[in-house]
């Protein structure tokens, strides 16, 4: 409760942390699909049969072209998935063969395994550099980073319907996400001299969170609500709302923490 | 906040359920130590080395002599851990020979691992009847089960204290707990017609409460506060029992929800 509240009920002053061993092995892939269906059903499919995967990221093919001309790299220009275990060396080998398996049954393709940590780290600042990537791939432009969250099985047309709304609007928004949480942003890419580009924008935005919450999702997966999704609390939370406001009530009488923000305000 | 209130917050009247799926594998496994202290390194080091345990129980001499009784077995007279990994084939084999090598560094000895559905079953059954095995280990007797919890670093003397507590005391208490959360009961055995033997009980329980909230546990594990630990809510929350009290009045004003529980009266 306290860590969801965005600060609105305390400060933490102090926190004891639980540390875990790092890995005695890692390894990392990236694989492409013909379509985004193929790539979720595949995750799905992970996740189904419990494989443990300790980061699973999600790119469209919009943003391999970005990640292509930022990293110099020639990824096809596909929607691609990138994955990395955790564990034993065996336990690691098995999980990349099972997980090898799955992605084949999906149609996958160009998969390979890194498990030289340079090679992995090659990869994931492939992907960390995603954003800025992006951002370079229209000079001079401002980004509206969107945050939605919706259940993995609504996951493929949650992306599909805003592919093809951002296709429908004057600007361009590559996508990518955490996808083993139904979690993307659509990095939006306007001119903010020119009030169309703005209006889409934010219209395209507004579409997604209406989109996420009714395919029973969230109006933020981790970007938070704060001021910019106030709107939306009482269509996802109904009642809900309300008790959220208690608690605060309860704790912050006074409304001193972080007023303003994520609650039913006075 | 709502699982841990004791039905004082309200009532669930539904619940989604995450489902997971059967592990591949499974092995289990009872070793037996010299002393509890080497049991608990056994343990710390396998949570430290971050092997999975799917169980991990503890049981003292006392209960074996009881499980042995009833049970028809001749476990030997000491400590015993029962544990059991869940995986893949070949990542259930990897953590029983992690485990197997931290035991015998311990001196764990007896070790024989149970990959057979029905040797596993015999091997739960023992545990899961070791409560009846006990209150049969002295007919007649009445049994206050006892549940504290201290952090696992602390969990040796906290149970060889206990043990001392209990044999300077004119009753029985075989030890049994849940070792990977730092959790244990001990099953007091009392005459209720003998005074003398109802209040070393109590007075037991108590002990172990205060030894329990003095080495930075809580004074229940798993049982619940309810009416029978209410007495030590202050000492082991402090300011924070007046907390959870603002988050009661915040979303049951009428106080209808199992009153008169867990939190500080009126």
């Not at 600060?7 to 002053?13: A, R, S």
């Not at 492409?32 to 995967?53: H, K, N, R, S, Y």
């Not at 072209?65 to 990293?71: E, L, R």
């Not at 800025?132 to 259940?151: H, M, N, Q």
Request: charged letters at 20%; proline letters at 5%.
């Amino acid at each position: 409760m306290f860590v969801g509240a965005e600060g609105t009920l305390g400060l933490i002053t102090e926190l004891t942390l639980r540390l875990r061993g790092q890995p005695e092995a890692t390894a990392a892939a990236i694989c492409g699909f013909a379509q985004m269906d193929e790539a979720v059903a595949a995750v799905i499919d992970t996740i189904q049969m419990g494989l443990p995967m300790a980061r699973i990221e999600f790119i469209d093919a919009a943003s391999v072209a970005a990640v292509n001309a930022w990293s110099g790299t020639d990824i096809p220009l596909t929607p691609h998935l990138m994955v990395e275990f955790h564990g034993s060396d065996s336990g690691v080998r098995e999980q990349a063969e099972t997980f090898g398996e799955i992605v084949a049954d999906h149609g996958g393709t160009g998969f390979d395994w890194a498990t030289r940590p340079e090679d992995r780290s090659a990869l994931w600042a492939m992907r960390h550099n995603a954003y800025y990537a992006i951002k370079a791939s229209r000079p001079g432009s401002v980004a509206l980073v969107t945050d939605i969250c919706v259940p993995i099985s609504r996951l493929a047309e949650a992306v599909t319907q805003t592919q093809a709304d951002i296709a429908a609007s004057p600007i361009a928004g590559p996508i990518l996400g955490h996808v083993g949480d139904g979690n993307f942003h659509a990095i939006l890419l306007y001119d903010d001299q020119n009030p169309a580009e703005v209006a889409a924008a934010h219209d395209l935005s507004h579409r997604m969170v209406t989109r996420a919450l009714a395919l029973g999702g969230t109006a933020t997966g981790e970007h938070g609500v704060g001021l910019g999704k106030l709107d939306y609390m009482q269509a996802e939370h109904g009642a809900g709302w309300d008790v959220m406001r208690s608690l605060k009530l309860a704790l912050d009488p006074g409304n001193i923490m972080n007023p303003g923000k994520m609650l039913r305000q006075g």
